[in-house]
């Protein structure tokens, strides 16, 4: 009886402890939700062409719909989106076709953008054809594998940051071809 007993306990610890949640090296989990937040130092940069280089960067770059961009072209001080980073296929999650979707919003001032994010959500169509979109914070998979969410979370951290460095360098750049 008492390994039978011992038997469940060790059942019960497996699946509880390789259920994990979304974590994140970048983002940082507030009681809104998860955030991110950096301001790019551009010194002797108008705020206007801050604005246009991240404009520009944000048609090419983003994949978007027109109808979910906000740009504030008379005062050229915001710019709000919805971009979609795709999560490779992994391998143990049963899953395809997943990606983080978030808030992403472009403050400026003469020298200085400020990069906003907010709203991460999974979406993902399971190998059954059951879709997800939710919040990470709800997002449960429980397996009897490694953890998904720590995979998720690395991929998407790695595609997040690659992200950021190129809107970044977008915007301080004196270049053109960008």
Same mark, same amino acid.
């Given at each position: ?11 019960i ?5 390789r ?11 507030t ?6 937040e950096?301001?790019?130092? =551009?010194?002797d ?8 280089r =991240? &404009?520009?960067?944000v ?30 296929n992994? &391998? ?7 990606a983080?979707?978030?808030?992403l919003?472009?403050?400026?001032k003469?020298?200085?953008m400020?990069?906003? =994010?907010?709203g991460l ?32 979370s ?9 992200f950021?460095? &190129?809107?970044?360098?977008a =915007? ?5 071809d960008?």
């Amino acid at each position: 009886m008492k390994h039978l007993l011992l038997f469940f306990i060790s059942l019960i610890g497996l699946t509880t402890t390789r259920a994990g949640e979304f974590s994140s090296t970048v983002w940082t989990r507030t009681a809104n939700g998860w955030e991110f937040e950096k301001v790019v130092q =551009a010194p002797d940069v108008a705020k206007a062409d801050l604005y246009e280089r =991240a &404009k520009l960067w944000v048609v090419t770059n983003v994949k978007s719909t027109d109808v979910n961009t906000l740009y504030d072209d008379k005062n050229q001080e915001l710019i709000v989106t919805t971009p979609s980073l795709a999560i490779p296929n992994l &391998k143990y999650n049963h899953f395809s076709d997943q990606a983080l979707t978030f808030k992403l919003q472009l403050a400026f001032k003469d020298g200085k953008m400020k990069i906003s =994010a907010s709203g991460l959500t999974y979406f993902g169509i399971s190998n059954s054809r059951q879709v997800y979109n939710m919040p990470v914070e709800t997002l449960e998979i429980k397996r009897f594998v490694p953890s998904p969410y720590k995979q998720i979370s690395d991929h998407f951290d790695a595609a997040f940051s690659a992200f950021v460095s &190129k809107l970044e360098e977008a =915007a301080t750049s004196s270049k053109k071809d960008w």
